[in-house]
């Protein structure tokens, strides 16, 4: 039970809990649904779409994700290999599925919830609260639009609607956390000897007959990747860039043309007081008192004061109502009036209704309009007019690439003597792709379709990005072809050795157990005649993993024994123990700490949930019609 609570916690939960739903089911059929699935579609989910540009995408950032946390160690070509990007995708179908269920049951994030969870990201905040400029400005680093994101962050929490459900919903009884912490903290009393692999390879002689024997079985292998070499055509709008320049008076002359571009809009800092309307108090009442706190303001009482004292807005209460500085369109249209009417820092506004309540308003302090100088602004326009240039640049050269392609796909030549670009070549990769231009998935799928690798075509224009696309041709075609046996030898015959040593030490240690008795009476004289050192643990806990994690877990599957020790032959490192299992005591749940507790209370929640969206995931796709299309992964 608890090895399988341990799986959960550690599998699908702990996934879920980071965000990614990765629960492996096998799929329905491929390769005769391909034509039935849209173009531009690398898998269909009953009515839903996952497109190739999507797939793309949301890999190319997991595989980002996995760069910038494993560092040095990241290994560009493993990550890239064709199991890694299909359970990739099954991770995102997985997604869909909740998603879809989610809507069916009639669940939808709200304009609220998508604001709250929003603002309460730290990287949005300055000072503990939402920052919606810099909320802005990140995004805009990171290439991406509020309405982009928002509509990515929507679709993240109707994915995790159901199992965020399941896991409020679940419920474990004390009874249960006292078993879960008796297995947890069980221990086991053993004694063992190791029959080591070492002893055994010496005395393994494996003839040149038997390697070659063995490769002829196992020829496929021993193959060579398939691999293709191509030449390629890169268009690139900002290679065409170079050399373009304005002179200083086209600049001037379109910084002036341009000049509310380059000024920041006047801010406001202001503080309020905000009176609710409600059950407690109706409109005519919050009116009332709304204006009653204008006249003590006017009066000269503090404003902090007040404020702490009446206003319904907790977050500014506590900072004397100050709502920090305000800009055009941040706030709603009648607070935001009310605002930019006041003329001097201090002055106070009359009650403002909206749709919050009453608001009182103290202008803090104004901030003009703040602009770019000509010498400021010069870079910025000289790049758009670049951008502007190259684009138009862009488009026309990549619409005569494609007439000169179509006229042509036997070769790249004519793209060079018409447009100047340079044919340039790869270094020999696989389907699994290569480095520099063979890393792109998109060109090493193009290189390995039928049109181009077997009917010799160049392929259509394949976009990289945004105004960046490259042509392709194969140079060289390598196929499969076997590994010569000179080459392979020196591997099979350590594959060999190993394998047969292996045999021996287990079939050494079946020998040494039998010979112990079935209770292991004979244990402590078969170590000695076999000189052999035996080990005795008064206590083996379940997370002692010096022994080595899989010896441990291996160790407590073992059923507890009877009356008498049983006796048993597990694996070890590169070897085999014979383990002689003399007791097995169960951890006490009496003493367990209440940390201890609250701890085993919600690995068993995650562990049913886990439970939960297995079988919820596994009726979805059951249930579901299913559609893949491995060529475009």
Request: aromatic share 6%; proline share 5%.
């Amino acid at each position: 039970m608890l090895q399988s609570i341990r799986d959960r916690v550690t599998g699908v939960v702990a996934i879920f809990v980071l965000g990614l739903l990765a629960v492996p089911f096998l799929f329905f059929g491929v390769e005769s649904y391909i034509r039935a699935v849209p173009q531009d579609a690398v898998a269909v989910v009953g009515d839903d779409e996952i497109s190739v540009s999507e797939f793309q995408t949301s890999f190319g950032r997991y595989r980002a994700n996995l760069r910038q946390q494993q560092g040095d160690a990241y290994d560009e070509i493993a990550t890239n290999q064709p199991i890694v990007r299909r359970e990739h995708l099954e991770d995102l179908i997985d997604q869909l599925l909740l998603r879809q269920h989610a809507e069916d049951l009639g669940l939808a994030v709200t304009e609220g919830t998508l604001s709250r969870v929003i603002q309460e990201i730290p990287s949005f905040q300055v000072d503990g609260r939402f920052d919606p400029e810099l909320y802005r400005q990140l995004l805009r680093g990171a290439g991406r639009t509020p309405r982009g994101f928002e509509q990515e962050l929507r679709e993240d929490l109707m994915v995790n609607a159901i199992p965020s459900s399941l896991a409020a919903s679940t419920i474990v009884t004390e009874s249960e956390i006292d078993r879960f912490i008796a297995l947890q903290q069980e221990q086991r009393q053993v004694s063992f000897i190791e029959v080591a692999y070492d002893e055994f390879v010496e005395r393994i002689e494996v003839t040149d007959a038997e390697i070659e024997t063995h490769y002829q079985d196992n020829i496929d292998s021993y193959m060579t990747p398939e691999q293709v070499q191509i030449a390629y055509v890169e268009l690139d709008a900002r290679e065409l860039g170079e050399g373009l320049s304005l002179d200083d008076d086209e600049l001037r002359r379109r910084y002036e043309a341009a000049r509310q571009r380059f000024l920041t809009p006047e801010a406001r800092r202001a503080s309020h007081v905000l009176i609710e309307i409600g059950p407690e108090r109706n409109e005519q009442d919050a009116r009332a008192l709304a204006t009653e706190i204008r006249q003590r303001l006017l009066a000269g009482e503090e404003f902090a004061e007040l404020a702490e004292q009446y206003s319904d807005d907790p977050d500014s209460r506590e900072e004397a109502g100050d709502l920090g500085w305000i800009e055009p369109e941040d706030m709603v249209p009648p607070f935001e009036d009310a605002l930019y009417e006041l003329d001097e820092p201090g002055d106070i506004s009359e009650p403002v209704e909206t749709r919050f309540g009453y608001h009182i308003i103290r202008l803090e302090e104004i901030r003009p309009p703040q602009g770019m100088s000509f010498e400021e602004a010069r870079e910025e326009i000289l790049a758009e007019y670049i951008e502007r240039e190259t684009e138009s640049m862009y488009i026309d050269i990549s619409e005569r690439l494609i007439d000169i392609v179509f006229e042509d796909d036997t070769t790249l030549e004519p793209l060079t003597r018409e447009l100047g670009l340079e044919i340039q070549t790869t270094e020999p990769f696989g389907r699994s792709g290569g480095t520099g231009m063979a890393a792109n998935p998109r060109v090493v799928e193009s290189a390995f379709s039928d049109r181009v690798l077997l009917d010799g075509a160049v392929s259509d224009p394949i976009e990289l990005d945004r105004n960046h696309l490259v042509v392709l041709k194969v140079e060289q075609h390598f196929p499969a072809e076997p590994r010569p046996l000179a080459e392979v030898a020196d591997s099979i015959r350590e594959h060999l050795v190993r394998e047969r040593a292996g045999a021996q030490a287990r079939d050494r240690a079946r020998e040494l157990a039998e010979a112990a008795g079935p209770a292991g009476q004979e244990l402590e004289n078969v170590a000695a005649e076999a000189e052999l050192e035996l080990h005795v643990l008064e206590r083996v806990a379940r997370f002692d993993f010096q022994l080595g994690g899989d010896f441990v877990s291996a160790l407590f599957r073992l059923p507890a024994p009877g009356d008498e020790p049983s006796v048993h032959v597990l694996p070890k490192g590169r070897g085999f123990t014979i383990v002689r299992l003399e007791d097995v005591v169960p951890g006490n749940p009496a003493v367990a700490s209440d940390m201890e507790r609250m701890s085993a209370r919600q690995q068993l929640r995650f562990a049913q949930m886990g439970y939960e969206v297995d079988g919820l995931i596994k009726y979805l796709r059951e249930n579901t019609q299913i559609r893949v299309v491995e060529e475009r992964l």
